[in-house]
């Protein structure tokens, strides 16, 4: 951004221009103020390929490393207010001594996430693995991590398995169904009153064959049967190519078990590329349904927006940044939608005008409505820009080598 910019005037004029077309900046203003982002601590820690992983000097070693860089991401963007943990991953010794350190650092343990598919014990399943001993630890350990969630004051358990068979033969798939549903089910009777189950899907990978949570349709039916603690959680990178991301969404919100996100972008499967990098206009259409229910239900929505990223080729901090603030964009863009008009052209059948109302959108210039945002919420006015300047990446290290 450049210093000389005016952008009180250029925040008034942008304030003209929509009231002038029907389109109430405080309301769109307010819901920015109180956008919530959740980070991932993988992100901050040293990745790879399947091939390799690759060391990034200053990257993330403990737990509580990665809540200082999860920090430095709420320091200057305001709004990624919270970071999901991955079990044992960041596992600890006293995770009230964890949750101490996010508030210190002025964020909170948001999602835990079991670990099912890295023990060897898990070669052939978890939850929906033929062998009952196998499907008993794996329960144990989910039930752990709720406990973990009682420590950490978090609220939402958030399940992917790796779940599946890589041949025709290699098992029988009605009953992999069955023992999956007696799983979920006995891990859905150890939640406390106020905790979700988030239950998420992926098309293929590493089961080659049939995986036991393909799609979202898999996923509501099972959540569905679980009862009003569990919902779907959908990773925009686990899907076919040509799925209609938002429509899902829109189903998914309609029949209120839309429990939250792995925001993410893909280009070929499930890249975890920076979010909005790819398609940035799909991304405003998901968040295009998003605001719209919103507004339906009185300006907010209990729904978590996590992002699930791990980057190998860009600094893991700066990448983390750009997410959210991609995120902040698309949010929005969408919410200077002129929804009067955009309704009255879908009444009428009237294509162009429909489709034209978000592109309007989706082209507008959101910069001077965001700085005022961060300015309200006491962050710089470009937060990469500022975090590059900061040191804070050079510090690191140095102090992590």
């Given at each position: 951004?450049?210093?000389?910019?005016?952008w009180?005037?250029?925040y008034r004029m942008?304030?003209?221009?929509?009231?002038?077309?029907?389109?109430?900046?405080?309301?769109?203003r307010?819901r920015?103020?109180r956008q919530?982002?959740e980070?991932?601590s993988?992100?901050?820690?040293?990745?790879?390929?399947?091939?390799?992983?690759?060391?990034?000097?200053?990257?993330?070693r403990t737990?509580?490393?990665?809540?200082?860089?999860?920090?430095q991401?709420?320091?200057?963007?305001?709004?990624?207010?919270?970071?999901a943990?991955?079990?044992?991953?960041?596992k600890?010794?006293d995770?009230a001594?964890l949750?101490?350190?996010?508030?210190e650092?002025?964020?909170?343990?948001?999602?835990?996430?079991?670990?099912?598919?890295?023990?060897d014990?898990?070669r052939?399943?978890s939850l929906?693995?033929?062998?009952?001993?196998?499907?008993?630890?794996?329960?144990?350990?989910?039930?752990?991590?709720?406990?973990?969630?009682?420590?950490?004051g978090s609220?939402?358990?958030s399940l992917?398995l790796?779940?599946?068979?890589?041949?025709p033969?290699q098992?029988?798939l009605?009953?992999?169904?069955?023992?999956?549903e007696?799983s979920?089910a006995?891990?859905?009777r150890?939640?406390?009153?106020?905790?979700?189950?988030?239950?998420?899907?992926?098309?293929?990978?590493?089961?080659?064959?049939?995986t036991?949570v393909?799609?979202w349709g898999?996923?509501?039916?099972?959540v569905t049967?679980?009862?009003?603690q569990?919902?779907v959680?959908?990773?925009?990178?686990?899907?076919?190519?040509?799925?209609n991301?938002?429509?899902?969404?829109?189903f998914l919100?309609?029949?209120?078990?839309?429990?939250g996100?792995?925001?993410?972008?893909?280009?070929?499967?499930?890249?975890?590329?920076?979010t909005?990098?790819?398609n940035?206009?799909?991304?405003?259409?998901?968040y295009?349904?998003?605001?719209?229910?919103?507004?339906?239900n009185?300006g907010r929505?209990?729904?978590?927006?996590m992002?699930?990223?791990?980057h190998?080729?860009?600094p893991?901090v700066?990448?983390?940044?750009?997410s959210?603030?991609?995120?902040?964009e698309?949010y929005?863009?969408a919410?200077?939608?002129n929804r009067?008009?955009l309704?009255?052209?879908?009444?009428a059948?009237?294509?162009?005008a429909a489709?034209?109302?978000l592109?309007?959108?989706f082209r507008?210039?959101v910069t001077?409505?965001?700085?005022?945002?961060?300015?309200?919420?006491?962050?710089?006015e470009?937060?990469?820009e500022?975090?590059?300047?900061?040191?804070?990446?050079?510090?690191?290290?140095?102090a992590?080598?």
């Open positions: 951004m450049s210093k000389t910019t005016d009180n005037a250029r942008l304030v003209e221009e929509l009231e002038a077309d029907g389109v109430q900046v405080d309301v769109a307010e920015l103020l919530h982002v980070t991932p993988w992100g901050y820690a040293d990745s790879g390929t399947r091939f390799k992983v690759f060391h990034q000097a200053g990257a993330a737990p509580f490393e990665k809540l200082e860089d999860a920090a991401v709420m320091r200057y963007t305001g709004i990624a207010r919270s970071v943990i991955h079990v044992p991953w960041d600890v010794d995770y001594a949750k101490r350190r996010a508030e650092l002025g964020i909170a343990i948001g999602a835990v996430n079991p670990n099912l598919f890295q023990d014990d898990y052939f399943g929906a693995h033929p062998d009952e001993k196998v499907r008993k630890k794996a329960i144990a350990h989910v039930l752990e991590c709720i406990d973990i969630m009682r420590q950490t609220r939402d358990l992917w790796a779940d599946g068979t890589d041949y033969g098992d029988d009605r009953a992999r169904k069955r023992r999956l007696e979920l006995e891990i859905y150890g939640l406390d009153p106020h905790m979700r189950l988030l239950l998420e899907y992926k098309l293929f990978e590493p089961a080659f064959y049939s036991d393909p799609d898999t996923a509501f039916l099972h049967r679980l009862g009003p569990a919902y959680l959908v990773d925009l990178g686990h899907h076919a190519h040509g799925v991301v938002e429509q899902i969404v829109a919100l309609d029949e209120r078990r839309l429990g996100f792995h925001f993410n972008a893909r280009k070929y499967a499930d890249d975890d590329l920076t909005g990098s790819i940035p206009y799909e991304l405003f259409l998901i295009a349904e998003l605001a719209a229910a919103e507004e339906r009185g929505l209990d729904v978590a927006y992002i699930d990223q791990s190998n080729t860009k893991k700066e990448a983390t940044i750009q959210v603030v991609a995120l902040q698309a929005a863009r919410l200077l939608i009067k008009r309704e009255a052209a879908q009444q059948q009237d294509v162009v489709e034209e109302e592109l309007k959108a507008r210039d001077p409505l965001l700085v005022q945002v961060r300015r309200e919420l006491g962050v710089p470009d937060p990469l500022a975090f590059r300047r900061s040191g804070y990446a050079e510090s690191a290290a140095r992590r080598g």
